[in-house]
């Protein structure tokens, strides 16, 4: 199966590397992209005073080892693993065990993160807010899907098309666009906060049948 899928830069990135990306990412290294053109213009107006560029490929799926996260305790722990959150020795040994063999996965293919989940992370691994306050708060975030390719057999099923370059208005409209979304969820927080301020278990109850699911 092939599908489109983008990676928003300030570079053209005609040949993507399953090395790059920074050490602390959400799935750790390895090349990130997302089959949705709004979120990768998204990523692309980050940097307000270098350009902004939509890359676009053709990806064969084909014959991958491929995992793939729902949003729920396991995509939160790992995206808090790779991250280096969880201070927890206990926790972050039964991860380690966990994941050891993740290195074997040519992608991995999950709900992205952005700036405001992990004000809701934080929340839930200071035990301000219970996992069930956290995954309903997360789910109102209607979080968009990313691949991470990590392997140079994923990264040889990408076929570089096209590289689109946004402009000043485009960069306006996204940097607008990232306040009313954040404007939205401050709302639906109250209510979550309400609902389920207090159903669950607070992060140092979790268990070893919590983690490993």
């Known amino acids: 199966m092939k599908l489109i899928i983008y990676h928003g830069s300030d570079n053209i990135i005609d040949k993507p590397n399953h090395e790059g990306g920074r050490k602390f990412s959400d799935f750790g290294r390895g090349f990130y992209a997302t089959t949705n053109i709004e979120m990768a213009k998204s990523w692309a107006t980050r940097k307000k005073?270098?350009?902004?560029?939509?890359?676009?490929?053709?990806?064969?799926?084909?014959?991958?080892?491929?995992?793939?996260f729902d949003l729920d305790i396991h995509w939160i722990l790992f995206i808090a693993y790779n991250r280096g959150l969880i201070l927890n020795n206990e926790i972050n040994h039964i991860l380690n065990k966990k994941y050891e063999n993740i290195h074997e996965y040519d992608v991995?293919?999950?709900?992205?993160?952005?700036?405001?989940?992990f004000d809701t992370l934080n929340l839930f691994f200071n035990n301000n807010i219970t996992i069930d306050h956290c995954l309903h708060a997360l789910n109102s975030m209607d979080l968009d899907v990313q691949y991470n390719i990590k392997t140079q057999a994923g990264i040889d099923s990408v076929e570089f098309s096209s590289a689109t370059q946004l402009d000043e208005l485009d960069k306006a409209y996204y940097s607008k666009e990232v306040k009313a979304k954040k404007d939205i969820m401050n709302k639906k927080m109250t209510f979550i906060r309400q609902k389920f301020?207090?159903?669950?278990?607070?992060?140092?109850?979790?268990?070893?049948?919590?983690?490993?699911?």
């Open 49 to 68: 005073d270098k350009p902004s560029y939509v890359n676009k490929y053709m990806f064969n799926v084909d014959g991958l080892n491929s995992l793939t």
């Open 108 to 117: 991995i293919i999950g709900p992205t993160a952005d700036d405001k989940m």
């Open 197 to 213: 301020g207090k159903v669950g278990k607070y992060f140092d109850e979790l268990e070893g049948v919590d983690i490993n699911g």
